[in-house]
């Protein structure tokens, strides 16, 4: 059963940061891309980061290029999303989510998806 | 970046009705489009691919179809497990982008 546990979450006064994981099982982590998206309370679904399955190709949405981070140990089939200069509209859950192929983008749909952990940035 | 645009926003009907949720595009992205199912709380689901693929293990009673800017998702006789919001996404780029959502609502 393929399963993607996501973890980190919490309050952090704005320009803090936080260290997001999701730990993935039942699956060849190391052969799909992986990414995050968020939804704000009460809001749609938004895509924020990935990265391929190698891990040499990183992606992200305007909103967080230079202040997010995304990263992989396939070693340890976990997925990381590293958030520094955090703002207030950065609060959300934070769902990881697997890749249908090891790439990402043209082709890759979002097959599995972990639970979300809720990321509160206040003051 | 391509906007996804869902019609309506929220949808009430009843038990054994059939319901249609659309998605345009705002340009085009082929098939590349997929649906997914969202209950309170919960992750989303995935519930069609490249437009009208079934993913593995659910119900046919829904159903994908389109091509190019207008999708639809259809479900054919409503069930209450199926009240949910459903967004659509498109995955022609890396970057990716849902719909608002169609909040659907017991009548």
């Known amino acids: 059963e393929v399963q993607l546990v996501a973890s980190g979450g919490g309050l952090v006064q704005p320009g803090g940061s936080l260290r997001l994981s999701c730990a993935a099982s039942g699956f060849a982590f190391s052969t799909y891309a992986v990414t995050w998206v968020r939804q704000a309370p009460g809001r749609g679904l938004e895509w924020v980061s990935a990265i391929t399955a190698s891990g040499i190709t990183t992606y992200y949405t305007d909103s967080v290029k230079g202040r997010f981070t995304v990263s992989r140990d396939n070693s340890k089939s976990t997925l990381y999303l590293q ?4 703002r207030v509209d950065d ?11 090891r790439e990402f ?5 979002l097959n599995y998806w972990g639970q979300g952990t809720l ?4 003051s | 970046d391509i906007q996804m645009t869902q019609s309506p926003s929220t949808l009430s009907a009843s038990v054994g009705d059939r319901v249609t949720i659309t998605c345009r595009a705002s340009q085009s992205i082929s098939s590349w489009l997929a649906w997914y199912q ?7 689901k995935l519930l069609i691919y490249k437009a009208s693929s079934l993913e593995t293990g659910v119900p046919s009673r829904f159903s994908g179809s389109g091509s190019g800017t207008e999708f639809t ?6 069930q209450p497990d199926d009240f949910a ?7 022609s780029s890396y970057f990716q982008t849902f719909g608002q959502g169609t ?4 009548k």
């Not at chain 1, 958030?83 to 955090?86: D, G, I």
């Open chain 1, 91 to 101: 609060t959300a859950v934070y769902f990881c989510a697997k890749a249908s192929s």
């Open chain 2, 103 to 106: 909040k659907l609502e017991i």
């Open chain 1, 83 to 86: 958030m520094n200069s955090l």
């Open chain 2, 38 to 44: 969202q209950k309170p709380g919960r992750a989303p």
């Open chain 1, 105 to 109: 983008g043209l082709g890759s749909y």
């Open chain 2, 85 to 91: 919001t459903y967004y659509c996404q498109q995955y």
């Open chain 1, 119 to 122: 990321v509160t940035v206040s």
């Open chain 2, 73 to 78: 998702l259809t479900i054919s006789s409503l």
